[in-house]
Every structure is written in C-alpha cells, then in structure tokens.
C-alpha cells in the first residue's frame, strides 16, 4: 500500500479476492444508476459480517430531496432483508481524477450500524488504484445517542 497526502492506496490487483469481489459488485451497480440529472453514477457494494453482499446505486429525483445516494441504497436493501452489521463497503463513483467518498448524510446513514469500525475501499472507475480507509477515519466525530 502506498501513502500519500493522509490516504491509503493500493492496487486492485493487490487486493485480498473478497476485497476484489465488493469492488467488482460496486462496479456492477454503477451501470444501474438513476442519474438523468447530475449524470453522475455512483456503485456501492456492502458486505455483512456473515459475507453477504448488497448493492445499490445512486437514484435521482427531478425535486432533488428523494434523491438517494447508492451507499443508502444497498444499506437500506440490507437491512430491509434483515441485516444490520456490516464488514467493509465498496463504493465507485464516476470521476477518474479524484476519488468519490461517500457523502457526510452517508458516512453518517453508516455509522448508524457501526459499532465499531468498517473498512471503505473506494475506486475510480478503472479500478487500477483503490483509496483504502475506514468509517471512523471519514466520520471521526459521529453523531450517536446513547439508550
């Protein structure tokens, strides 16, 4: 892995299989995005702990509000189908020359099943270098009620 300006690259190639994989269903998810409006797709892909994956991908509204992000999407598939803990998410948005990290309304829609940390691999398109970070390492600060 390499280290450059506080972020974490690696080579997909050089990823473990299972790493591969949730980048490889992001990728696929990305081809189903809704975005007449921004043009814009973005694919996620998330593994439960028990190695199931969701995807989802980013679904436009023409009023903007109902607009929803793709790491929302296949958090809100997971759970729906009754999952609730998660172990790495994967997300691909379109751009080439910077990395697409999930949004601040996703980093915390995550951070609502996070106990403890989650892994986020987020790729270009291409998917030739991928940025390695964490949950925690986007979202220091969460915001989280106490029972």
Request: hydrophobic content about 40%.
């Amino acid at each position: 892995m390499a280290h450059t300006d506080n972020m974490t690259t690696a080579e997909f190639k050089t990823l473990d299989k299972d790493v591969q994989e949730l980048i490889e269903a992001a990728i696929d998810a990305r081809t189903r995005s809704y975005c007449p409006y921004s043009n814009f797709p973005v694919g996620a892909a998330i593994r439960t702990t028990c190695g199931r994956i969701f995807k989802g991908c980013n679904i436009e509204s023409c009023t903007k509000t109902p607009t929803i992000c793709a790491e929302r999407t296949a958090i809100a598939k997971a759970v729906s189908e009754g999952y609730k803990e998660f172990a790495a998410v994967a997300v691909i948005g379109q751009q080439e020359n910077a990395f697409t990290t999930p949004c601040g309304v996703c980093r915390q829609f995550l951070s609502e099943f996070a106990d403890k940390d989650i892994p986020i691999y987020v790729a270009k398109p291409a998917a030739i270098t991928v940025m390695v970070t964490s949950l925690f390492q986007l979202l220091p600060h969460r915001f989280k009620l106490t029972p």
